[in-house]
Each structure stands twice: as C-alpha cells, then as structure tokens.
C-alpha cells in the first residue's frame, strides 16, 4: 500500500493502492491553497485510509475542508461530505513515491493557468540549469 507524509514527517499516512479516482486538479481553490499551478489528488475510501499524527482542518469553502500538518503547514488531504460523504482525497504528491498512484485524468481544465497547457513545449532540465 501506498504510503506518504508530510514535509516534517509528523503526519504519516498509508492508502489504498487503488483509488476510486485520480486527477490532477487545476482549480482556483486548489492553486491557491496549495501556490501551485495544480494538485494531484487521489480520493479514497475514508476507513481505508490510516492516518497517523495530527492534522489541521481549514474550511476552503462551504463544504471543503483541507486537512493539513500543524507543524510544517504541508496540505494532505481534502474531504466534502456533501460531494463525496464517505470518501477523502489524498494529494498524491506528498506519496513517498508519488508515481504509485498517478492521475488519471484532468479536472477543472476551464480554470486552467494558461501557460500549463504548453509545458511540453518548454526546456527541461534534469537538475537547476546554471
């Protein structure tokens, strides 16, 4: 099963292999949380996810809420009970091997930052070009 943690290693998680979903997430609520252009989220049955250490709740909206560490401030999880009442979603990036559990799919592309769709047409490089 997959495990993960926060920046601190306060918070430890393990997961189920298989999610009910995974995406990566480009909404405004997402990037402003997290300062980046997007999250990879998995979502998960809440009883199969073991979760130990403490985490914060933030009320992003309505019905979100964020789950983060108190310590070190790294988003973990994210749960809706209205959308999904019995389910959580991990962000797979804090997986200690994150391309375990990778995304399946896009969502929120209509709040897209702009340049994300040309990424590919960027240069890479292996390690901070100097």
């Not at 997961?15 to 300062?35: K, N, T, V, Y």
């Not at 804090?94 to 929120?108: H, Y």
Request: glycine letters at 8%.
């Amino acid at each position: 099963m997959p495990t993960g943690r926060c920046h601190c290693g306060a918070v430890r998680y393990e997961m189920p292999a298989e999610a009910i979903h995974q995406a990566l997430c480009h909404c405004s609520d997402c990037r402003r949380h997290s300062g980046a252009p997007a999250v990879a989220w998995a979502l998960v049955k809440k009883d199969a996810l073991s979760v130990e250490g403490e985490t914060k709740e933030y009320a992003s909206s309505e019905h979100g809420r964020r789950h983060f560490c108190p310590g070190c401030g790294t988003s973990l999880f994210y749960t809706n009970d209205v959308v999904f009442p019995d389910a959580i979603d991990v962000q797979t990036c804090t997986l200690d091997e994150p391309d375990a559990v990778p995304p399946a799919a896009q969502i929120q592309v209509a709040e897209r930052v702009g340049w994300m769709a040309r990424l590919g047409d960027l240069p890479a490089f292996e390690r901070y070009p100097g």
